[in-house]
């Protein structure tokens, strides 16, 4: 009878809830749910508002890498004057560390009222977390004009996936809004996607690549994000680990033993969880704060307006200055209408890849652009590509060497060709080179010759790195000279200041090995018995390759009687005497990116949904009834054995779509 009672008041109360809703609407604090905002967040929430409106590119702050509530002094962008107040503030706190509270000058004094009564030890490691930071508000108001052109495309994508709509300001922080952004570590576009993550959402290639379009990436953007959130229950660890990893922060989460952002941002000192990715989260409570009264920080501030496309798929390949003459739209028009396609299109090497989306600006075309191409002369649309341009590697040849003759970067030479090892290329080897690879300017004697100009405008694909690399330039130099942003973010078309100073400052920009996470690296990784868990699509004829030994050694060194007895999720022990553990996991690691392009250029992941595995389940019926292969689905579910299912795991299933 009593449960009866409880049921029926339970049910009077909700519906009595449901009346008081719809005659006093309620404001709910979803912002405040998604994205909680900790006391402890405050000191930094407040120092990215001050960073993002306060200091322009040519000045900065002296502050604490730790405690962002202790800023010691705004200054202009001058290395010198940075150093040697610098230098300055590290004497006073050191002096401070010996324990000296008297005799204090007016300068000690102030740094001791800054901090407080603290212990000596919290200034002597203050002392060594002295950092500079350098401004953004011009950066940030020229990021707020130029995401007008894509707030309403990306509220659009948020409220089909039913995620917060908070989630547009992200490329705030990535790329102020520009579409063709490229980070020091061939990040690309305005969401900053690393190369093989944007295979699994986009199409990435050497003629289209969809990261620079920032209508199609934003879409994969928040595929990733939804993935994230997925994996990790919390909107604020799905941000973090755009920046750190998925992986990683579930790392963190379990080294931590919890959930909570503000707990791990304060404690958790794993590997690669550097000053980035602990402040990445604060960066965007901040920029929330900034945007939701934008005038109280930026005066005149008039948004670019939202473009309207016209879209429509070729029937063939197609080159671009025949679509040109036939739609009578400019090249010109047609290349900032479509910039996924690579110059390689544009230059007339390649034509546009056959089914390609093409866009064009409404005002360009009165009529419907399917119309337009189907009354295009037939003779227009090829049934083959062009084939690739290649580069035959001669004597002497290093991939270094090959970058530099052709106007890009060692990562994406190795990332095209799929190199294991990038010191081991063969005479005669053929490269394929990438899109925006281009025959030297100057040869002399068949050897190009490298003129190191005053300035350089970025072009498509260029990194920070390459541009050093290119002209022998030093690269904390090179994003000194030119108040690059702690990511060392470029843009196409920027204009890059390549003069060398009378000294070289000291660099202060910290260096971010990965926007986002390129897979699970304790995957790959040695144990401490020198030994690994046998993956997918594995070998002991790969392990030998790698480990240089026979595959005769191996088998007796793990009791094997021939290499058909290797199980998945074995343990197997490794012969270590003439490889060690970075460079094997490194050959198993790209052995396996290997396997990830060959799989992404045919298909992409649409969606991430969740399992429970059920009585009777069988790993090998799941993958089949997925089209998954077994390496996707341990790369998404790192933690789960294979070999043994267990009812009522929760796994997830990436759903795949055939090109």
Partial sequence: MRSRIEISFKALTLALFWVLLVFFPLSLPAVEDDFPRSESLLPAINFWIQVYTQADTESGFLHDSRNLGVIYAKLPRNSQVIEVERERIKADLRLLASGQRTNLTTRQQQLLQLWGNQPDSVFAKAAEEVRWQLGQSNR?????????AYRTHILSILEEMKMPKELLYLPHIESSFHPGASSSVAATGMWQF???????????DREVDERLDPYTSARAAMGLLQENYLKLGTWPLALTAYNHGANGMARAVKAMGTSDMAVIISNYTGPRFGFASRNFYAQFLAIMEIERDITQYFSKVEMASSPQFKSAALKGFANIVQLSTGLQISVQQLRKANPALLPVIWSGQKRVPSGYQLKVFAEDLAGDLQLSLDALPAQYFYKEQIPDVSYTVRTGDTLSGIARMFGTSIAELAAINQLRNRNQLRVGQLLILPSEGRVPDVVVNGAPVVQIPTSYVVRRGDTVAAIANRFGLNVSVLIAQNGLDNEATIYVG???????????????????????????????????????????????????????????????LNNLRNPSSLRLGDSFKLDLTKVNKLDFSQSRRLYHLELHNKYMSTHRIVQLSTY???????????????????????????DIAPSVLNPGDEVLLPIVSEL
């Fill in 140 to 148: 940030f108001r020229e990021g707020l004009i130029r995401s007008g």
């Fill in 194 to 204: 690393m190369r093989t993550t944007g295979q699994r959402f986009m199409r990435v």
């Fill in 494 to 556: 920027q204009l890059l200041n390549l003069t060398l100073p009378e000294v070289y400052p000291t660099p202060t920009v910290d260096s971010i090995t990965s926007p986002l996470d390129e897979g699970p690296q304790d995957l790959y990784s040695v144990n401490q018995s020198q030994s690994i868990t046998v993956l997918s699509d594995e070998t002991v004829g790969h392990y030998a390759e790698w480990l240089k030994v026979t595959t005769a050694a191996l088998l007796k």
């Fill in 612 to 638: 429970i595995i059920k009585p009777g389940d069988a790993l090998s019926d799941l993958l089949r009834k997925n089209k998954l292969p077994l390496w996707l689905f341990q790369q998404y579910n790192p």
